[in-house]
């Protein structure tokens, strides 16, 4: 079978598998971004799509959203569509890993193929612009006062944002299990409630309400990296005598059991994206950092962030 004649199959039917291993120029690919339009995963995965078709890395990228369960709906979805697929991949991070532990998900991330580690998304804690707490302190005062009345905004259930919430909370003297989180499935529905003052505050990607913070709209009381990050004002917890940090890691996999040929397209197409100045350019304006690790370097640091997130999870009652 001819390299056309495959593709013009494929185009035809889904199910087709291509005759020989695929070159980057030749890339034809969807990233699956399992969440809602606005959040992390959307905006790294139309970022990578962006960034790869500007380098030259793919010939065509598509991303699709596929919101529910913190990445599990698309997580699902993904494994049981993309099983040998060269041209599909699937945007996650620590978050999934959470909602995976806490959800009690048919899939985890041994079943798909790491490909590379992208972005380390600082989190930023936020207040509205109208809201009383003008600092850190005035925020943990305020849990002291009354937990269930401190309503928190941020991403899916079992996410890094509602794990910071309640080490936040636990780090306030408060029982952790008793956090008064609301989870929505993407950043602009979150950023909304936090607009509308229908929280008292909100966590998110620093890079997702930049343009709000800057704007004044916000007001960033801190961030969760453990040191200071240049031109982000908010000062780490650490600094502000809360001994807390949390990487919001995101990366990109494969579907399973793809070639070892495709793999390695896959991997050379995504480091070519990520060493590139124009992939530089969006980190710098999304406030990301660069976070990148080649597959074997992820895959190790899946299990241990795996094994982490349930201890974190385990001991603020979210997992057992």
């Not at 494929?10 to 890339?27: K, T």
């Not at 005062?141 to 905004?153: H, M, Y």
């Amino acid at each position: 079978m001819s390299y056309l004649t495959s593709r013009l199959g494929a185009a035809c039917l889904a199910a087709l598998v291509m005759a020989g291993p695929l070159a980057a120029q030749d890339l034809e690919l969807s990233i699956v971004a399992p969440a809602g339009a606005g959040g992390g995963w959307d905006s790294a995965a139309r970022s990578l799509q962006e960034a790869m078709m500007a380098t030259g890395a793919a010939h065509s990228v598509q991303v699709l959203n596929v919101p529910g369960a913190g990445g599990t709906v698309g997580l699902a979805q993904f494994v049981q569509g993309a099983k040998g697929s060269a041209d599909q991949m699937l945007v996650g991070g620590i978050t999934m890993v959470g909602a995976i532990i806490t959800n009690g998900a048919p899939y985890d991330l041994t079943n798909v193929t790491p490909i590379a580690r992208l972005t380390g998304d600082p989190l930023v804690i936020a207040v509205p612009a109208s809201s009383p707490y003008q600092t850190m302190d005035d925020l943990v005062k305020g849990i002291k006062a009354d937990v269930s009345r401190t309503v928190w905004a941020g991403g899916s259930a079992g996410g890094a944002d509602h794990i910071l919430a309640a080490l936040i909370t636990e780090a306030a003297g408060e029982d952790p299990s008793k956090v008064n989180y609301v989870a929505y499935s993407g950043g602009g529905e979150s950023l909304a409630a936090m607009l509308g003052g229908q929280v008292s505050a909100g966590i998110s990607g620093y890079g997702e309400w930049q343009g709000q913070i800057e704007s004044g709209d916000l007001r960033a009381l801190a961030i969760s990296y453990p040191e200071a990050i240049e031109g982000i004002e908010a000062k780490p917890l650490k600094e502000q005598g809360l001994d807390i940090e949390l990487v919001n890691w995101r990366g990109i996999f494969a579907g399973p059991d793809i070639s070892d040929e495709d793999k390695a397209v896959l991997e050379g197409a995504v480091e070519k994206t990520v060493k590139s100045p124009k992939w530089q350019e969006i980190l710098k304006a999304r406030g990301w950092s660069d976070y990148y690790a080649p597959s074997d370097e992820f895959t190790t640091f899946i299990a241990s962030e795996t094994d982490r997130v349930h201890e974190v999870l385990t001991s603020i009652g979210l997992a057992k």
